[in-house]
T-cell receptor, first 116, second 112 residues
Framework: NAGVMQNPRHLVRRRGQEARLRCSPMKGHSHVYWYRQLPEEGLKFMVYLQKENIIDESGMPKERFSAEFPKEGPSILRIQQVVRGDSAAYFC??????????????FGSGTQLSVL | SQQGEEDPQALSIQEGENATMNCSYKTSINNLQWYRQNSGRGLVHLILIRSNEREKHSGRLRVTLDTSKKSSSLLITASRAADTASYFCATPSNFGNEKLTFGTGTRLTIIP
């Protein structure tokens, strides 16, 4: 019963390149959340998705960032034309139901993105 | 601004002592959750307390919730070196909202 799987664990990109971060939720979970964490800070919400739908993307920059959770396959967080300020740890979490039903989140180990 | 704000930001105690961390939040909630993060790892859920609960226990953890003061506390009793981590409180941003907003965390160091 694997937990939330994120890959890659570490990703190095040069400025202007694209970064693709993948997240496979826990088995049976259809709700996926992406968070970003800067060093010594808390987690900042980016986007909440259910299968094939973006529910809330209020925390995601409108330019260069996009997210999807297709019917088949993992959720993808895509950052185009990366800049140094995108360097951070990106965490994915999943839940079985919505959080308004007192669900808890299960987190992956994160992807550390470094932009050179 | 953060929905949840923990204090202190950092706490160092001797092994065996109790550690208390506090969290304040701004809006009405239906639950409050505490998570632990070991260095370089993802967050692990510790405990959830509902808005109609005042206190909850789980092993060496004790959580209280005061909705009138919009605050919660996490007590870890008989601390161990393995408890060294960052601890975050998290709440739905608005009542019934589907996303969790995390505070800035308390970095707890247990000195052997």
């Amino acid at each position: 019963n694997a937990g939330v799987m994120q890959n890659p664990r570490h990703l190095v990109r040069r400025r202007g390149q694209e970064a693709r971060l993948r997240c496979s939720p826990m088995k049976g979970h259809s709700h996926v959340y992406w968070y970003r964490q800067l060093p010594e800070e808390g987690l900042k919400f980016m986007v909440y998705l259910q299968k094939e739908n973006i529910i809330d993307e209020s925390g995601m920059p409108k330019e260069r960032f996009s997210a999807e959770f297709p019917k088949e396959g993992p959720s993808i967080l895509r950052i185009q034309q990366v800049v140094r300020g995108d360097s951070a740890a990106y965490f994915c979490a999943s839940s079985q139901g919505g959080l308004s039903t007192n669900e808890k989140l299960f987190f992956g180990s994160g992807t550390q993105l470094s932009v050179l | 601004s953060q929905q949840g704000e923990e204090d202190p930001q950092a706490l160092s105690i001797q092994e065996g002592e109790n550690a208390t961390m506090n969290c304040s939040y701004k809006t009405s909630i239906n639950n409050l959750q505490w998570y632990r993060q070991n260095s370089g790892r993802g967050l692990v859920h510790l405990i959830l307390i509902r808005s109609n609960e005042r206190e909850k226990h789980s092993g060496r953890l004790r959580v209280t919730l005061d909705t009138s003061k919009k605050s919660s506390s996490l007590l870890i009793t008989a601390s161990r070196a393995a408890d060294t981590a960052s601890y975050f409180c998290a709440t739905p941003s608005n009542f019934g909202n589907e996303k969790l907003t995390f505070g800035t965390g308390t970095r707890l160091t247990i000195i052997p």
